[in-house]
């Protein structure tokens, strides 16, 4: 096998018996891969894959919501108006949220706040520097966290949501 051919694998070795024999185990995964090629049996009933379709359909070209119940259960589906109502519910409770009219400003604040407390506890015992690495928010990802509601179908009718925030992939994670 010369060099020239294998750009995208490890140099070539000096030891011919071990060229000789990678080139027969790619040989042989090639073929493998071509002559067993076939499509995966469905899992779905065709009762379940036809329903699939369906809420597919309603998702993409009605405006619904597929969520999955607050317990784990189940999932419910409904529009997205209602959807984004039970969401403002929370979110306009004025004890829990408020509006930021300036969310860089505020995120370049926190992000100074959490910075200068980090490096005022460096030298505390215990306090490594890749803790103080992963502490330090990456001031290039200014990225807002994700929330989202789950339906409490556990609970009396109508049916409550519990709005969820994560931080995750955020500035604040």
């Given at each position: 096998?010369?060099?020239?051919?294998?750009?995208?694998?490890?140099?070539?070795?000096?030891?011919?018996?071990?060229?000789?024999?990678?080139?027969?185990?790619?040989?042989?995964?090639?073929?493998?891969?071509?002559?067993?090629?076939?499509?995966?049996?469905?899992?779905?009933?065709?009762?379940?894959?036809?329903?699939?379709?369906?809420?597919?359909?309603?998702?993409?070209?009605?405006?619904?919501?597929?969520?999955?119940?607050?317990?784990?259960?189940?999932?419910?589906?409904?529009?997205?108006?209602?959807?984004?109502?039970?969401?403002?519910?929370?979110?306009?409770?004025?004890?829990?949220?408020?509006?930021?009219?300036?969310?860089?400003?505020?995120?370049?604040?926190?992000?100074?706040?959490?910075?200068?407390?980090?490096?005022?506890?460096?030298?505390?015992?215990?306090?490594?520097?890749?803790?103080?690495?992963?502490?330090?928010?990456?001031?290039?990802?200014?990225k807002p966290g994700n929330m989202y509601l789950n339906i409490k179908v556990h609970k009396p009718f109508p049916h409550a949501g519990r709005l969820i925030t994560t931080g995750c992939g955020s500035y604040i994670e």
């Amino acid at each position: 096998m010369s060099a020239a051919k294998n750009t995208k694998t490890a140099p070539v070795s000096r030891n011919h018996a071990l060229e000789l024999f990678i080139d027969n185990v790619r040989n042989d995964t090639k073929n493998f891969k071509q002559k067993f090629r076939h499509k995966a049996p469905d899992n779905l009933t065709p009762e379940c894959r036809k329903a699939l379709k369906e809420l597919k359909m309603l998702y993409e070209k009605e405006n619904i919501i597929i969520r999955p119940f607050d317990k784990g259960v189940g999932f419910c589906l409904m529009t997205l108006e209602d959807y984004i109502n039970r969401t403002m519910v929370h979110l306009s409770d004025a004890t829990k949220y408020k509006i930021i009219e300036d969310p860089t400003s505020f995120a370049n604040s926190l992000i100074m706040k959490i910075t200068e407390w980090t490096e005022n506890f460096r030298e505390e015992k215990g306090m490594t520097d890749q803790i103080v690495d992963l502490a330090i928010p990456d001031s290039e990802s200014h990225k807002p966290g994700n929330m989202y509601l789950n339906i409490k179908v556990h609970k009396p009718f109508p049916h409550a949501g519990r709005l969820i925030t994560t931080g995750c992939g955020s500035y604040i994670e």
